[in-house]
């Protein structure tokens, strides 16, 4: 689940994380207002203008129609933010993460202007080689880290966490000391990368990447940017995560998938799919491939799912224009497939079946399933196996 940067910051600091002072505004007024108000905090004509959107570059981003003005802008005065606020708000910004399509900008996070000596790099994430948290921090801050890694990789250092335990106070402060900090920036930098490691963990995060994290003139320690990705599968145990969601940065189909509890993400293909369990759907999408097609998204029903989600799951394809063929692959475990068959009619005969349509069943009730499917007198192309409904759905999708 990713959430927007002034709601990262808001998180981090709750948990002890220094942040720029500022305010998410969503007018051209607001934002005028709230700049007066940090200038006069801070005593600096000096402010800064970051677009929230669900997607990083936005400083290298450029807004379609304003080829100079980039999602990241400074303002040096109350009317300079005015005029920049209403170019941004309900502009489309193209980053290099959004595609060209770009995304609608309707949230400005208006911030104190900071002096700045020295940029840093600070991220957790989970290492799926240790199959543990790590922490890992550059001198190189501002940089894609991925860029770093590449031409750099002996500039990143990193400390491994504890499952149980977290992220111990000696691992922040080996780090602190890899980036060549001393003294009073030292402790605070120390201070600091421990807390992100407390909020790696009492968040639920997969990410939390500070970039840059940037020592001040005066000696401050500061994340200048912050992006948190929480953990879907911890949902369960944050009910006020509901607030952080962002429909408008959302596909409405991965939306419609979440209220009936399927596991839905839009792709770029052509062929839909609906598959039960995670480590199937993966294995179609890749055999989907390997016959030459491409699907158009990744749709795990479950193990248990009722007639009805199958229903859901089916309007949820056939609604993206997209999908030139269906295909359907079930391996009936938990899951029956005269649950699957039932389902799949009755959405056929609510929606109407407008691309060619494969399925493949095994497993449990796989003769009642088939059975279901003959007699319903569909137009529906039956599979001997997986490669064979991947070879087929590819062919019909043209």
Known sequence: MKIHEYQAKRLLADLGVTVPRGVMVTTPQQAADEAARLMKETGKDLVVLKAQIHAGGRGKGRFVGHDDLGGVKLAHSVDEV???????????????????????????????????????????????????????????????????????????????????????????????????????????ASALLQACGKAFFELDASLVEINPLVVTTDGRVVALDAKVNLDDNAAFRHPDWAELRDP?????????????????????????????????????????????????????????????????????????????????????????????????????????????????????????GKEILAASGLDIVTAANMADGARKAVELAG
């Open 82 to 188: 005015r005029e920049l606020a209403g170019a941004m708000l309900g502009s489309v910004l193209v980053t290099k993460q959004t595609g060209p399509d770009g995304k609608t900008v309707r949230r400005l996070l208006v911030e104190e202007g900071l002096d700045i000596e020295r940029e840093l790099y600070a991220g957790l994430v989970v290492d799926r080689v240790s199959e543990r948290p790590v922490l890992m921090a550059s001198t190189e801050g501002g940089m894609e880290i991925e860029e770093v890694a590449a031409h750099h990789p002996d500039k990143i250092v990193a400390e491994p966490g504890d499952p149980v335990r977290g992220f111990l106070p000696f691992r922040a402060r080996n780090i602190a000391s890899r980036l060549g900090l001393e003294g009073s920036v030292f402790r605070t």
């Open 248 to 368: 408008d940065e959302e596909d409405p189909s991965e939306q419609e998938g979440r209220k009936w509890g399927l596991s839905y993400i839009s792709m770029d293909g052509n062929i839909g799919c609906m598959v039960n369990g995670a480590g199937l759907a993966m294995a179609t999408m890749d055999i989907i491939k390997l016959e030459g097609g491409n699907p158009a998204n990744f749709l795990d029903v479950g193990g248990g799912a009722k007639a009805d989600q199958v229903t859901a799951a089916f309007k949820i394809i056939t609604a993206d224009p997209k999908v030139r063929a269906i295909f359907i692959n079930i391996f009936g475990g938990i899951m029956r497939c005269d649950v699957i068959a039932t389902g799949v009619v009755q959405a056929v005969r609510e929606v109407g079946l407008k691309v060619p349509l494969v399925v493949r069943l095994e497993g449990t009730k796989v003769d009642e």
